[in-house]
T-cell receptor
Framework: AQTVTQSQPEMSVQEAETVTLSCTYD???????LFWYKQPPSRQMILVIR??????QNATENRFSVNFQKAAKSFSLKISDSQLGDAAMYFC?????????FGTGTSLTVIP | GAVVSQHPSRVICKSGTSVKIECRSL??????MFWYRQFPKQSLMLMAT?????????EQGVEKDKFLINHASLTLSTLTVTSAHPEDSSFYIC?????????FGSGTRLTVV
């Protein structure tokens, strides 16, 4: 069974500081994608970053980067220089074929 | 970038009535769309996969007669909640695959009174 686990229901970070959100997953597939999505109060799902499993290099998108540990099935998200607009729910997701599996989410609060 | 337009954003209906939610892919063709349900402070749960020109594939536990999905064109998928009840009140989100990525609609908040 495919599962995605986010062990931190809530996190907080001081503005301009760095925070890391954890995600682990379980899969028997060798070819898959991993995603981090942000869901602000508007409920719109916004793609933050994507990682192809076959790529060893960690994906980065400006202030967002991941630490992808394939053997450990870990996919954490690091947000650097946190901004007030980063406050949202963050969902880790695993995708193989057309099947998407979401974690339970981490609510991130940014403290001014 | 590719956009999925979802309407309505909010709807309130009376118990026993039906509600239709539309999901349109703008400037790209989506042969497959996905419908999710999200309860407050919970994750997205896949309800069904909508395939253009064929029957939708429903996840275990989702009533196909209650949640009717139609994907009649490459740019439009609809979810109809039939005989809605208060327990159907939720946030419904559609998604479409584009290449190796997925884009989401803005969601529909359904309230059944």
């Amino acid at each position: 069974a495919q599962t995605v686990t986010q062990s931190q229901p809530e996190m907080s970070v001081q503005e301009a500081e760095t925070v890391t959100l954890s995600c682990t997953y379980d899969t028997s597939e060798s070819d898959y994608y991993l995603f981090w999505y942000k869901q602000p109060p508007s409920r719109q799902m916004i793609l933050v970053i994507r990682q192809e499993a076959y790529k060893q290099q960690n994906a980065t998108e400006n202030r967002f980067s991941v630490n992808f540990q394939k053997a450990a099935k870990s996919f954490s998200l690091k947000i650097s220089d946190s901004q007030l607009g980063d406050a949202a729910m963050y969902f880790c997701a695993h995708c193989t074929g057309n099947q998407f599996y979401f974690g339970t989410g981490t609510s991130l609060t940014v403290i001014p | 970038g590719a956009v999925v337009s979802q309407h309505p954003s909010r709807v309130i209906c009376k118990s026993g009535t039906s509600v239709k939610i539309e999901c349109r892919s703008l400037d790209f063709q989506a042969t497959t769309m996905f419908w999710y349900r999200q309860f407050p402070k919970q994750s997205l749960m896949l309800m069904a996969t909508s395939n253009e020109g064929s029957k939708a594939t429903y996840e275990q536990g989702v009533e196909k007669d209650k949640f009717l999905i139609n994907h009649a064109s490459l740019t439009l998928s609809t979810l109809t909640v039939t005989s809605a009840h208060p327990e159907d009140s939720s946030f419904y989100i559609c998604s479409a695959r584009l290449g190796s990525g997925y884009t989401f609609g803005s969601g529909t908040r359904l309230t059944v009174v």
